[in-house]
């Protein structure tokens, strides 16, 4: 099974700046990598698929980026609702997927 | 627009089992993949397995295989998740998932745009 690692565990960011999230896959997944958002006490949200294309109504301040086994999330110019945690997917195989396990975005 | 309804909240005894449902309403069933996922209590998410209706075989992930089983009932659209032999270790909020594309427009591969709002399990004596 595919082993998804991010960085850093939290990332302390003052709102207006930008935050860069991290993605690590124990093999290639090409470019089946996805990012959700998910708020307190909500479902997550997917924020990007392809590694790099916007879902539907995502603003364009999200920002996917990598391929292979290295990815990337930025998230430039921080608002205040972009405060959640951010999970990294790897969708490369049929029916088979796996999860990072988190990066909480917090306010410092 | 689709929309994935959830069966409600169970409370289930060690050792039993539980089946949650998902009910899927305003577009096509059997040609989406499904997926399930769960969270426990301050965790991340952690996927489970999936199904393809019209296939109606699922694939489950490693530490899973063997107590858990996902089907379809394409009269109802609904999907199901079945977990057993439950400990403590399974209370956590239950996830299903589907892809907005056709398994044929994106190749069998588990995104998850929609998703379910839930299903809490608490397995306790």
């Known amino acids: 099974e595919i082993v998804m690692t991010q960085s850093p565990a939290t990332l302390s960011v003052s709102p207006g700046e930008s935050a860069i999230l991290s993605c690590r896959a124990s093999?290639?997944?090409?470019?089946?990598l996805a990012w959700y958002q998910q708020k307190p006490g909500q479902t997550p949200r997917l924020l990007i698929y392809?590694?790099?294309t916007r879902a539907t109504g995502i603003p364009a301040r999200f920002i996917g980026g990598g391929s292979g086994t290295e990815f990337t999330l930025t998230i430039s110019s921080l608002q205040s609702e972009d405060f959640a945690v951010y999970y990294c997917?790897?969708?490369?195989?049929?029916?088979?997927?796996?999860f990072g396990q988190g990066t909480k975005v917090e306010i410092k | 627009q689709v929309q994935l309804v959830q069966s409600g909240a169970e409370v289930k005894k060690p050792g039993a089992s539980a089946k949650v449902s998902c009910k899927a309403s305003g577009g096509t069933f059997t040609n989406h993949v499904f997926s399930w996922v769960r969270q426990a209590p301050g965790q991340g998410l952690e996927w489970m397995g999936g199904?393809?209706?019209?296939?109606?075989?699922?694939d489950y992930a490693q530490r899973f295989q063997g107590r858990v089983t996902i089907t379809t009932d394409e009269s109802t659209s609904t999907a199901y998740l079945q977990l057993n032999s439950l400990s403590s270790e399974d209370t956590a909020m239950y996830y299903c998932?589907?892809?907005?594309?056709?398994?044929?427009?994106?190749?069998?591969?588990?995104?998850?745009?929609?998703w379910g709002q839930g299903t809490t399990v608490t397995v306790s004596s």
């Open positions: 392809g590694a790099s």
């Open positions: 997917q790897q969708y490369n195989k049929w029916l088979r997927g796996s």
């Open positions: 199904i393809i209706p019209v296939f109606g075989t699922a």
């Open positions: 998932a589907r892809t907005q594309e056709t398994y044929q427009e994106i190749g069998g591969l588990p995104l998850m745009d929609v």
């Open positions: 093999q290639s997944v090409y470019s089946n």
